[in-house]
């Protein structure tokens, strides 16, 4: 209860610092408070900006998936064989999609309620119940970035070396298209992954400062 009271508390000390601030009239640490106030504002700009980082890097992740896909011609065994590939012929690339929707949601809305707050001149983060509700969400999201990717490496790693002792080859030499869209996608894919975890790192200070 006290730490859910202490963030309306800062609001109110802050609206007299910038009365202060226009008067012309601070001093000693009231000086400090302002300080303090601006290195918070600072923060939660930086928490806002990853936020929209980490949705573009999701929504370049999503679109280069979604549009993977090329017809070609491949020769097995002397023979010449009509190929079609899509990113819905594969579960691991239907995961990352799934999860990378996911995340831009995710990302989305907490953009939305934090740039909300931050123009009103409130704490982006309400209380620390809101705080652990955010860190475990950006951690869940995480990993399951990081297990979409490597998922999706694989079946992209077997499509370039073709399989050992057969005669199965390098489909992306006749799909090279297609495989460009999907290493871009896992590409940003684990960029989003590395601004989450950046983000939680971001929750673990404003927890350890409230």
Known sequence: MVSDQRIPDETLQESKVEALESSGTMSGPLVGAAVGIHRRR??????????????????????????????????????????????????????????????????????????????????????????????????AFGYALMSAGSAASGVTNLNRTGIRHTALPNFCKPLHKFCDHVAISIAFTFISCFLLATSSVQNVIWLSQH
């Open 42 to 139: 600072r923060n939660e700009a930086l928490v806002l900006i990853l936020r929209v980082l980490c949705m573009s890097t999701s929504v370049i992740a999503l679109s280069f998936m979604v549009t993977a896909k090329e017809s070609s011609i491949v020769t097995i065994y002397g023979f010449q064989l009509p190929v079609h590939s899509k990113w819905s012929f594969s579960e691991s690339y239907e995961y990352l999609v799934g999860v990378s929707a996911t995340v831009v949601t995710h990302s989305l809305l907490q953009l939305l309620i934090g740039t909300s707050r931050f123009l009103r001149n409130s704490s982006v983060i309400r209380s620390r119940n809101h705080a652990w509700l955010i860190f475990a969400a950006d951690q």
